[in-house]
T-cell receptor, first 116, second 107 residues
Framework: QVQLQESGPGLVKPPETLVLSCTVSDDSISGYYWNWIRQPPGKGLQWIGNIHHDGRSNYNPSLKSRVTMSLDTSRNQFSLRLTSVTAGDTAMYYCARGLGWLTTDWGQGTLITVSS | ETVLTQSPDTLSLSPGESATLSCRASETVARDYLGWYQQKPGQPPRLVIYDASSRATGIPDRFSGSGSGTDFTLTISRLEPDDFAVFYC?????????FGGGTRVEI
């Protein structure tokens, strides 16, 4: 069973850049889509975007101007970069594996708080 | 983008009863690429149903999905204490992928 583990700073000051990583174990980056999804405290889920092992990416238009995703196949990791963060970006951030665009496996999530 | 509207917001039921959750899409979900996820407090979502009606690995047959086009339903029969959670639908046919607002199934 694939395992995904997010890592990040916990606290970010506005308007800094948030960088998160997701390490994939027990499996390979190849052949799947890799997603970032977030959930503000007490609220619903928002898809941020995904990246395929061949480098193709898709971003939510509401965040597209601030989002970059990347893959490091040698380290079995993928990353999210979100610029110019505000309090509205405070959320639990999940990384997840996709079979096609179907999200099948999720990490436990990392809570990111944006505050000065 | 495809907007998914879930109803009701909350279902209050007892163990042994059945739950019927609705998910309505603002436009046709191509190929019925509609999934349902269960989320318990402090945990990530878990895939329950994909392609509108296929159960994910390890999901008991008390969970069933149905529907096509713009109207989809998740039915949970014979509710067990472990089933109580928030359920989200998601369409993965068209970017941006979108989720419904969730239905809480509570005791």
């Amino acid at each position: 069973q694939v395992q995904l583990q997010e890592s990040g700073p916990g606290l970010v000051k506005p308007p800094e850049t948030l960088v998160l990583s997701c390490t994939v174990s027990d499996d390979s980056i190849s052949g799947y889509y890799w997603n970032w999804i977030r959930q503000p405290p007490g609220k619903g889920l928002q898809w941020i975007g995904n990246i395929h092992h061949d480098g193709r990416s898709n971003y939510n238009p509401s965040l597209k101007s601030r989002v970059t995703m990347s893959l490091d196949t040698s380290r079995n990791q993928f990353s999210l970069r979100l610029t110019s963060v505000t309090a509205g970006d405070t959320a639990m951030y999940y990384c997840a594996r996709g079979l096609g665009w179907l999200t099948t496996d999720w990490g436990q999530g990392t809570l990111i708080t944006v505050s000065s | 983008e495809t907007v998914l509207t879930q109803s009701p917001d909350t279902l209050s039921l007892s163990p042994g009863e059945s739950a019927t959750l609705s998910c309505r899409a603002s436009e046709t979900v191509a190929r019925d690429y509609l999934g349902w996820y269960q989320q318990k407090p402090g945990q990530p979502p878990r895939l329950v149903i994909y392609d509108a009606s296929s159960r994910a690995t390890g999901i008991p047959d008390r969970f069933s999905g149905s529907g096509s086009g713009t109207d989809f339903t998740l039915t949970i029969s014979r509710l067990e204490p472990d089933d109580f959670a928030v359920f989200y639908c998601q369409q993965y046919a068209t970017a941006p992928l979108t989720f419904g607002g969730g239905t809480r199934v509570e005791i």
